[in-house]
C-alpha cells in the first residue's frame, strides 16, 4: 500500500521538476521476473530507476535505513519500503550470499530486481567490468536482463552531497537479454563471465561512458 501511495504521487513531481529524458521504457515487460542492470554513478540511482520504471523495482539498501531512531528513523523506513528498497545487512559475512537468496526470491515471486553489476558506484565516471553476480541470478533464475544506462544522475545527486540538485538526466532502458539455452555444456564460470561481459556491453552501448583503462581495476567505494 506504501509503494502505490508513494509511486503515485513522486514520480509525476520528479518528472516536473527534474524532467528527466527517458528512453526505451517498453523494453521493461510489465509482468513476470527480470533484471534490470544499470551503471552506478550515484546514490540517487536507486531513486530514479524505481520512479522511473513502468513497474515495481525492488533493490538492496543498507539496513541502516531501516532501523533509525525517532522519527527521522520512521520516516526514512517509509520511504524506502515506499521505493520498493528491501534491507540488507552489509557487516555480516555472508551478505553477499543473503543478497542473492534475496534477489532469487523476488525473482522466484515474479518481480523485477535492480542490480548493479559493477557492485560500486564509479568515483570518477568511468565504466568498470562487472561482477559475475548478475549472471549468476540470470543464469540460476532463467530471468531475462534488461540493461538500464543512465547519464547526469552524478551531477544530480554528487557524492557527499545530502540533497539532490537540478540535472539533466538520462534514463535508457535496452533490448533485454535473454540466456535461456545459451551456454549448454559451457563450464559455470565461463559462462557467467561471458553472460557478465555482454551485459557490460549493453549497457556501454546505452551510456557511451569511458571504460577504465584496466578492465580489471575496481572502485573503492562501498556500495550503497
Known sequence: MLYEVLHAAVPPVARAVWRPTVEGVENVPMTGPVLLASNHLSFVDSVVIPIIAPRKVAFLAKAEYFTGPGLKGKLSKAWFEGLGMV??????????????????????????????PEGTRSRDGRLYRGRTGVAQLALSGGVPVVPVGLEGTADLQPIDSVLPRRAKVTVRFGTPLDFSGRFEGVAP???????????????????????????????SEPAD
Not at 87 to 107: E, G, H, K, M
Not at 196 to 208: F, K, Q, R, S, V
Open 87 to 116: 534491507p540488507v545487512d552489509r557487516t555480516d559475512t555472508r551478505a553477499a550470499l543473503n543478497s542473492l537468496d534475496i534477489a532469487l526470491d523476488i525473482l522466484g515471486r515474479g518481480g523485477a530486481f535492480g542490480i548493479y
Open 189 to 219: 564460470g565461463r559462462a557467467r563471465r561471458e553472460a557478465t561481459d555482454e551485459i557490460m556491453d549493453a549497457i556501454h552501448a546505452l551510456t557511451g561512458q569511458e571504460r577504465a583503462a584496466s578492465y580489471n581495476e575496481r572502485p
